[in-house]
Nanobody
Framework: QVQLVESGGGLVQAGGSLRLSCAASGRPLGSYVMGWFRQGPGKEREFVAAISRSGAKTSYATAVKGRFTISRDNGKNTVYLQMNSLAPEDTAVYYC???????????????????WGQGTQVTVSS
């Protein structure tokens, strides 16, 4: 099973940017579909973005489309989430997740993911 560690969270003003990283170890990342999810205060965990094994396919939640970009570097075993034009409603703990798959597809439902990181806090002040 792959182990995941997120980093890059912090406090930022509205309109600012952050780049989250998710470093994987234990298995080659290229065998995994990757996703980012978030959980805000008093809210359920929600889908943010996903990327297929090759990186050729991506999907975004409506709330972040056009502002966030998911990418991956399989050679570095790392997945990224570039977040621009941040707003207070983006405040949440952000988690990366991995699902081993033999196909170059996407998964949006968090219950489909096998491995999770510990999360990194993102706080956007108004």
């Amino acid at each position: 099973q792959v182990q995941l560690v997120e980093s890059g969270g912090g406090l930022v003003q509205a309109g600012g940017s952050l780049r989250l990283s998710c470093a994987a170890s234990g298995r080659p990342l290229g065998s995994y579909v990757m996703g980012w999810f978030r959980q805000g205060p008093g809210k359920e965990r929600e889908f943010v973005a996903a990327i297929s094994r090759s990186g050729a396919k991506t999907s975004y939640a409506t709330a972040v489309k056009g502002r966030f970009t998911i990418s991956r570097d399989n050679g570095k075993n790392t997945v990224y989430l570039q977040m621009n034009s941040l707003a207070p409603e983006d405040t949440a703990v952000y988690y990366c997740a991995a699902r081993f798959d033999t196909f170059d597809i996407l998964w949006i439902d968090p219950t489909n993911y096998d491995s999770w990181g510990q999360g990194t806090q993102v706080t956007v002040s108004s």
